[in-house]
């Protein structure tokens, strides 16, 4: 079973870079078809997508949030990167990292609540 464990700070200033990682165990995060998601749930909203590393190491990222948003992975560690700069209090919210597979979501992390104030 692959569990996921985000970390970080929880709490960010204005204008400052947000940096997550996520730890991947009882899995690879190298293995075939797979994919890495960052995703998150501001308060009172639905879930976003934010962007995806895969098993190759190529990332993916939500059209919205591209310009900010940055994905990259530590295979000898096995986990994966988030970093979205310039962050606002609208980037306050609940992150979660998460698998994927053949289309199918598999497993996802607990979340880690991030607050964006000065």
């Known amino acids: 079973q692959v569990q996921l464990q985000e970390s970080g700070p929880g709490l960010v200033k204005p204008s400052q870079t947000l940096s997550l990682t996520c730890t991947v165990s009882?899995?690879?995060?190298?293995?075939?078809?797979?994919?890495w998601s960052w995703i998150r749930q501001p308060p009172g909203r639905g879930l976003e997508w934010m962007g995806a590393i895969g098993y190759s190491g190529n990332t993916h990222y939500s059209p919205s949030l591209k310009s900010r948003t940055s994905i990259s992975r530590d295979t000898s560690k096995n986990q994966f990167t988030l970093q979205l700069t310039s962050v606002t209090p609208e980037d306050t919210a609940v992150y979660y990292c998460a698998s994927r597979y053949d289309s199918r979501w598999g497993s996802w992390g607990q979340g880690t609540q991030v607050t964006v104030s000065s």
């Open positions: 009882g899995g690879s995060i190298t293995t075939n078809y797979h994919y």
